[in-house]
């Protein structure tokens, strides 16, 4: 199983819906991280174990970054923010968070919906 670690800018419903499906999340505001970059957050986050899910575009562009210099990262799952309700979120965190290995995800993107 996957664990996960949301950004600062991820709705709280999106959060308070994985926990109530039992997938194991911290965000980084408990984490005292939501002053962070974007390159300390994907730090933080790998740090901890956990696969980073966000909705901000620049986090994107720093996984991509990372990608391209062969640089290990956890992981990230992006849903544009606009594109892809709360529900959806939810549902393909849980199956994402409870199917998945962390290998699955190592230095990779995942974007929603599936």
Do not use: W
């Amino acid at each position: 199983m996957l664990t996960l670690y949301m950004n600062q800018h991820v709705p709280r419903a999106i959060t308070d819906g994985i926990r109530l499906r039992g997938v194991d999340v911290i965000t980084a505001y408990e984490d005292g991280a939501s002053d962070m970059s974007d390159s300390e957050l994907l730090d933080r986050a790998g740090e901890l174990g956990r696969v980073l899910f966000t909705q901000d575009d620049d986090l994107i562009r720093e996984a991509a970054q990372r990608q391209r210099k062969g640089s290990f990262f956890n992981g990230v799952i992006y849903a544009h923010q606009l594109h892809v309700s709360i529900g959806a979120c939810i549902r393909d965190l849980e199956i994402i968070a409870k199917a998945g290995e962390p290998e699955d995800l190592e230095s990779s993107v995942q974007i929603l919906p599936l």
